[in-house]
């Protein structure tokens, strides 16, 4: 994909740079308070997600490659936060800070080093159709969360099915006036989002601090967010048990395949939708260092969430800078009216989260697994685990249905026999071309995945079996690594077990399309020894005529 020239925060003309003004003045009025909502859900202060916001926006608009995507607080990092830091904390406030800065800054580590080791290509970890389940699933818990704190429902249990009894005993208990509020808040955005650019989420605050003095809403027991307390002060590393930290890295790898599954999901579609090119390696730099300084910084954990990047897109922006104005615009808001966004109703942050994430609550995105009958029940687990575990067992679970899927699939791979299609060079598989033809003497194939330790021995047992029963006498056998750039322990070892297989019975084996990393750790093999096994970069087909030529000299020697 091309670069667009306007793509660089340095090289905007000037009409550009009043677009990307205007979109981070649009965006600045969406952020903010959403920044603000996710901390409630996180368990942390506000001032959390404000940090976090402006880590965000500024270390991606500096590092970051896409010209869209904006980087702040996400939901569902807010959510896995909450729970993770519950869970280890119990009912220490202080321990539980602890351990939100500790898990925000082993995410950073992680994110730095996936970019240091270039591990961007690693960008499906997670399988659609389970990341679109967890968020179907993290979504209803949030929203249904977000209803019992507004209800002022207290619920002592993280499984669905037992604390949707809980929040309906309690009905004649619930808060109705913050409940109108909520009401009135979800109304209005829903206007709002009919007119285009118009930060609905920051009018929906300022009606609300309105409404609040006016109506003394206090009276009426409806809580205000409180004084955010934007101190930027670097902490120190907690002091944490090492049991702690091992949790917190188990989690932090959970964390981390979350937001950048939902990362590049955003960033990749948009680059595509404008043919812009992006660099995987460098994002998760970028994020490494918005996570690194939000952490530091007691800040939450960052991501490019879609929502976020869609309305920068639809504000007009046209390169990075849109996110640093927004961080500009956010930082004049917090240094002039601050103190005013502390009178905001928690109602109303609960209506910006119900609002922001009620559109993950579609079914179509589902829907489509079942229609092509592919995934479903991956689908179905992934919300099932949220709803009936909780949040963070939930995202666990789903990671591993990811990476027992990918293993599965990788090690199911299937070895192809290969044959000349007509007079020409192409080795195809004969299974599904069964008018390819089959070069006399000659066993040709092919793995359809890379070796590794997962199907590496069952892979060349295969092999072994189409050689013992071949129906026709085989002199040579020819194996193409293509798929296979490099090799690891357990595949080096089954192969040298293969070349002594295939000497013993009194074969020669040709390797085609070793790669220079592999053909060199193989030539060391005793097993590999000349003229038995052949180690080259050839074609197939110029390794089968490699290996006709070695049976013609064989049977010239035998005469």
């Not at 060199?520 to 290996?547: F, H, K, M, N, R």
Request: proline share 4%; with cysteine.
């Amino acid at each position: 994909m091309k670069t667009l020239p306007d793509a660089d925060t340095g090289s905007s003309p000037p009409t550009n740079r009043l677009k990307d003004l205007l979109a981070g003045l649009s965006i600045a009025g969406l952020l903010l308070p959403e920044a603000v909502a996710y901390s409630s859900i996180a368990a942390l202060p506000p001032q959390a997600g404000v940090i976090a916001l402006f880590a965000g926006l500024v270390c991606y608009g500096l590092l970051g490659t896409s010209r869209y995507a904006i980087v702040s607080a996400t939901s569902s990092s807010a959510a896995v936060l909450a729970a993770a830091t519950a869970s280890l904390a119990g009912g220490d406030s202080a321990l539980r800070l602890s351990l939100a800065m500790g898990l925000v800054l082993t995410s950073a580590v992680f994110f730095l080093l996936a970019g240091l080791f270039k591990l961007g290509g690693v960008t499906s970890f997670i399988a659609r159709p389970v990341l679109r389940g967890f968020a179907f699933g993290l979504a209803l818990t949030i929203i249904l969360k977000q209803l019992a704190s507004v209800a002022g429902v207290h619920l002592a249990d993280n499984n669905l099915i037992r604390f949707l009894p809980q929040l309906l005993d309690q009905l004649p208990r619930w808060n109705w006036p913050a409940i109108a509020v909520a009401g009135c808040s979800l109304l209005l955005l829903w206007l709002c989002a009919r007119v285009r650019s118009l930060p609905g989420g920051l009018l929906v605050v300022i009606f609300g601090i309105g409404a609040g003095q006016w109506l003394d809403l206090q009276a009426h027991g409806v809580a205000l967010i409180g004084v955010i307390d934007l101190q930027l002060e670097l902490g120190h590393l907690p002091r944490l048990p090492f049991a702690d930290w091992l949790r917190l890295g188990e989690l932090a790898f959970a964390m981390v395949m979350i937001l950048y599954a939902e990362s590049y999901g955003s960033i990749s579609s948009f680059a595509l939708k404008h043919t812009d090119r992006v660099s995987s390696n460098r994002d998760l730099l970028a994020l490494g260092a918005a996570n690194l300084v939000s952490g530091l910084l007691h800040g939450m954990p960052v991501g490019a969430g879609y929502s976020a990047t869609s309305a920068n897109e639809a504000a007009g922006a046209t390169s990075r800078l849109a996110g640093l104005f927004a961080a500009l615009v956010v930082l004049i808001i917090v240094l002039t009216v601050l103190p005013f966004v502390a009178l905001t109703p928690e109602p109303v942050l609960a209506a910006i989260v119900i609002y922001a994430l009620g559109r993950s609550l579609s079914l179509q995105p589902l829907a489509r697994y079942f229609i092509w009958k592919r995934d479903r029940l991956l689908v179905v687990a992934a919300v099932t685990a949220v709803v009936v575990l909780g949040v963070l067992d939930g995202l666990l679970v789903a990671v591993a249905i990811s990476v027992v899927l990918m293993l599965r699939q990788m090690s199911s791979a299937d070895t192809q026999v290969l044959g000349r299609m007509g007079d020409g060079h192409d080795f195809v598989d004969r299974l599904h071309h069964p008018d390819a033809r089959e070069i006399p003497g000659l066993l040709i194939l092919r793995p359809g995945q890379a070796l590794f330790f997962a199907n590496a021995e069952r892979i060349l047992k295969a092999a072994s079996g189409l050689m013992r029963r071949a129906t026709v006498p085989i002199q040579t056998v020819v194996l193409s690594l293509e798929e296979s750039p490099d090799l690891d322990g357990t595949s080096i070892e089954a192969l040298a077990a293969f070349f002594t297989q295939v000497r013993a019975e009194g074969r020669r084996l040709v390797l085609a399309r070793v790669r220079h990393e592999a053909r060199e750790v193989l030539q060391a093999l005793p097993e590999a020894a000349y003229p038995y096994v052949l180690l080259t970069g050839l074609s197939v087909d110029d390794a089968v005529q490699l290996a006709l030529q070695g049976a013609g000299e064989q049977r010239n020697s035998h005469n």
